[in-house]
């Protein structure tokens, strides 16, 4: 597959996945044996695509108007990375927290490494987390006094 041809599955992967809610699409884009680099969210097991399909359904339940913004994709070799936006207001409840009715922007690095067949096989990712603990009030901001 070419470079551009997995950053459009990329692409679809962030539109239809997380945007569309098509859970059954990570079936169709990711590798059952991949690799996933990055920390497992608490009560996520399985393959891959399951874990994904469980984060998904998570953030897509705790913030319903969730919305994934692509603002870079930049491909070589085999390798995607793609700088995005997750968006979304805090309506349910967010590992273990009560739903605070506040909106999130957090700041995503996705690396992905597709096989010939374009399937995602491995992900590197980093996520600003404790910024979207402070966006949620959880952790006060740098400056801000401790609850």
Request: hydrophobic share 40%.
């Amino acid at each position: 597959m070419s470079v551009e041809q997995n950053k459009q599955s990329l692409q679809r992967f962030y539109d239809e996945v997380f945007n569309a809610g098509n859970l059954d699409v990570a079936d169709e884009l990711i590798a059952v044996d991949a690799v996933d680099h990055e920390e497992a969210l608490p009560g996520t097991s399985g393959t891959t695509p399951q874990v994904i399909k469980q984060v998904v359904a998570l953030f897509r339940s705790a913030f319903p108007d969730l919305r994934i913004m692509v603002h870079d994709l930049i491909g070589e070799g085999d390798k995607v990375v793609a700088r995005i936006t997750l968006s979304g207001t805090h309506q349910g409840e967010f590992l273990g927290m009560l739903p605070t009715g506040k909106p999130v922007d957090v700041q995503i690095i996705d690396i992905l490494r597709y096989d010939n067949d374009g399937m995602m096989v491995e992900h590197w990712g980093v996520t600003d987390n404790l910024g979207m603990m402070q966006q949620l009030g959880v952790i006060p901001a740098q400056g801000e006094p401790a609850a």
